[in-house]
């Protein structure tokens, strides 16, 4: 079982509202990822990490930053939640060498719903 | 650009019952490809990957991959599933050098007692 973990599971909030999904992984690893996953749709990589101050762009953005000051945290900011950012949010990590290299390690997402 | 194909989107089969989960990709270069599966209520997990090497790799609970580099193609395969393997599947790609993956949409599978 991997060792990354979300908080909060569910979450249900009001449209305008700033909110921030959680991550954090115990494995060490450098490379962190967030995705939104849709029903019968491929994982959207919304931002990756590379290390502690690296954070890039993915192909679906959508309003939101992260921050990675530390290796094992890696936590998602909306700033004004939408109803289009209703979605399933997964965060991932993965090693930059060994055994498990480029190997995704997946948390138990966080299922957002914005009224 | 790479993209990821999985032209089964449900599949339904009895217990015993063969598997292939089709996954096709496009990009030109080196390719390291994965199959991850998610059951129900369950993480993400890795089924299997492919680096280099044999191109027929085995993962856990039975399942087994073939890349096809002739026709960009990493089959999943199961000679006969159980109950146990009603999930979803997604097959991945990361091009040579890259630490970002591709996924394709996934593959539901009910497997029927």
């Given amino acids: 079982e991997a060792d990354i973990y979300q908080t909060p599971r569910y979450l249900v909030i009001g449209t305008g509202k700033k909110i921030t999904l959680e991550c954090s992984q115990t494995m060490g690893h450098d490379k962190m990822y967030w995705y939104q996953q849709d029903p019968g749709m491929e994982l959207h990589l919304i931002h990756y990490s590379y290390g502690v101050n690296s954070t890039e762009k993915g192909d679906l953005s959508s309003e939101s930053t992260v921050s990675r000051i530390r290796t094992e945290h890696f936590p998602l900011t909306l700033e004004s939640a939408r109803p289009s950012h209703t979605s399933q949010y997964l965060c991932a990590s993965s090693p930059r060498s060994g055994s498990s290299y480029n190997e995704q390690f997946f948390g138990p997402g966080t299922r957002l719903t914005v009224l | ?113």
Avoid: M
């Fill in chain 2, 1 to 113: 650009a790479q993209s990821v194909s999985q032209h089964n989107h449900h599949v339904i089969l009895s217990e015993a019952a063969s598997l292939e989960l089709g996954c096709n990709y496009s990009y030109g270069g080196t390719v390291n490809l994965f199959w991850y599966v998610q059951y129900p209520g369950q993480h993400l997990q890795l089924l299997l990957k492919y680096f280099s090497g044999d191109p027929l790799v085995k993962g856990i609970k039975g399942f087994e991959a073939e890349f096809i580099k002739s026709k960009f193609s990493f089959n999943l395969r199961k000679p006969s599933v159980q109950w146990s393997d009603t999930a979803e599947y997604f097959c991945a790609l990361q091009s040579g050098g890259s630490y970002i993956p591709t996924f394709g949409r996934g593959t539901s599978l009910i497997v029927h007692p």
